[in-house]
């Protein structure tokens, strides 16, 4: 039986105004409802994060991210206010880019000038343990490949600046502006990696560790490899077959390294680079590009065949029927991203799109 290694989820929502469907800058409003532990501010007060427990079971994280929801939910509509799980929230704010108070985030904002201003865009992050800072650096580059269809899996932020981006994730492409963001490596191992960041440090680029913002990373603070590269998912069971697929990844690659395999996906950076654009673009309704020939292939059927590939490793850890079972389901179903637009279309009104997502978050 592989051991069960223990993960947790971070995820970022947008405040928004209930009646006019647009977004607040009144984050510091719902966290003075909560407790510090579990909740905490984002650079921009139009957004707020929860983080769960860490857990090695996929019923119990489900059910701490169901919780956490409910609390920010309960929180912020005694105000007028509604929380919305999406890569970008549909309807923006009369008030524009407000940033939150706070000398990180000041220095974030007078560094990064416009980037920083338009960062109004919500991420789902998952940790993995893994303790050995080597093993973590090969074991992340082996990952890697794969993560584009992850990307794909979760991509919901069609909408920018209140137009169709024409993307499936505007997020992922505005993400891509941050000088730290993208692939991650080469690097031989944790003191290349490590020597690395520090170079970007010294360089004056970022103030710290904490600011590397590669799609996946070793944490700066606990032993865990970070998963970055996903939109946040309005429904809760996708972000579940996110963290069970990246999980199963980590497992599965760690145990190659160790056994002398070779990893499944190997395609050059540039070719990657190309595959983490065409999952923005797309998402789950369109083609993405394989990692085992570079050669493009409709979005299901790569996701279809990655999760037959870990079956071994999901049946190890007891998790294949859940993680099967929510893939089906989120293939059946297609993107948020296109589920988004079919709201739209139906009468042409962006607050319908909102209406979608405040309902799909909250449920569960």
């Given at each position: 039986m592989t051991h069960k290694v223990a993960l947790g989820v971070e995820e970022e929502f947008h405040v928004v105004d209930l009646v006019s469907r647009r977004l607040t800058p009144q984050a510091h409003v719902v966290?003075?409802?909560?407790?510090?532990?579990?909740?905490?501010?984002?650079?921009?007060?139009?957004?707020?994060?929860?983080?769960?427990?860490?857990?090695?079971?996929?019923?119990?994280?489900?059910?701490?991210?169901?919780?956490?929801?409910?609390?920010?939910?309960?929180?912020?509509?005694?105000?007028?206010?509604?929380?919305a799980s999406a890569g970008t929230s549909p309807l923006h704010g009369p008030s524009g880019f407000v940033i939150t108070a706070d000398d990180r985030y000041q220095y974030l904002h007078d560094t990064y000038q416009f980037i920083a201003r338009e960062q109004l865009i919500c991420g789902a992050q998952?940790?993995?343990?893994?303790?050995?800072?080597?093993?973590?650096?090969?074991?992340?580059?082996?990952?890697?490949?794969?993560?584009?269809?992850?990307?794909?899996l979760s991509a919901s932020s069609p909408y920018w600046f209140e137009a169709d981006s024409g993307y499936a994730s505007s997020r992922a492409v505005a993400w891509q502006r941050w000088p730290t963001a993208g692939m991650v490596g080469p690097f031989a191992g944790a003191a290349e990696y490590d020597?690395?960041?520090?170079?970007?440090?010294?360089?004056?680029?970022?103030?710290d560790a904490?600011?590397?913002?590669?799609?996946?990373?070793?944490?700066?603070?606990?032993?865990?490899?970070?998963?970055?590269?996903?939109?946040?998912?309005?429904?809760?069971?996708?972000?579940?077959?996110l963290a069970g697929l990246f999980r199963a990844l980590v497992i599965r690659e760690t145990a190659a390294i160790q056994a002398g395999s070779p990893p499944r996906g190997d395609i050059r950076p540039t070719l990657l680079r190309a595959g983490h654009w065409r999952a923005?673009?797309?998402?789950?309704?369109?083609?993405?590009?394989?990692?085992?020939?570079?050669?493009?292939?409709?979005?299901?059927?790569?996701?279809?065949?990655?999760?037959?590939?870990?079956?071994?490793?999901?049946?190890q850890l007891d998790d294949w029927p859940t993680i099967a079972g929510l893939a089906a389901d989120a293939l059946a179903r297609g993107s948020s991203a296109a589920r988004q637009r079919a709201a739209f279309n139906k009468r042409g009104q962006l607050s319908d799109v909102v209406d979608l997502l405040l309902k799909e978050t909250a449920g569960g």
């Open positions: 966290l003075d409802g909560l407790p510090k532990a579990g909740f905490s501010a984002e650079l921009q007060r139009a957004v707020v994060e929860s983080n769960s427990e860490p857990t090695t079971d996929l019923a119990t994280l489900r059910a701490d991210l169901v919780d956490l929801r409910r609390r920010l939910i309960a929180s912020a509509e005694p105000h007028g206010l509604g929380i998952v940790h993995v343990d893994i303790d050995d800072r080597d093993l973590a650096v090969m074991v992340a580059q082996r990952v890697e490949p794969w993560l584009p269809a992850l990307l794909a020597q690395a960041v520090a170079d970007l440090v010294t360089s004056g680029v970022i103030d904490g600011m590397v913002y590669f799609d996946i990373r070793l944490s700066a603070h606990v032993p865990t490899m970070e998963l970055r590269i996903c939109d946040a998912c309005p429904l809760v069971d996708d972000v579940i077959l923005a673009r797309s998402g789950l309704e369109g083609d993405l590009i394989s990692p085992v020939d570079g050669k493009p292939v409709p979005a299901p059927g790569l996701i279809e065949w990655l999760l037959e590939d870990l079956r071994p490793t999901l049946e």
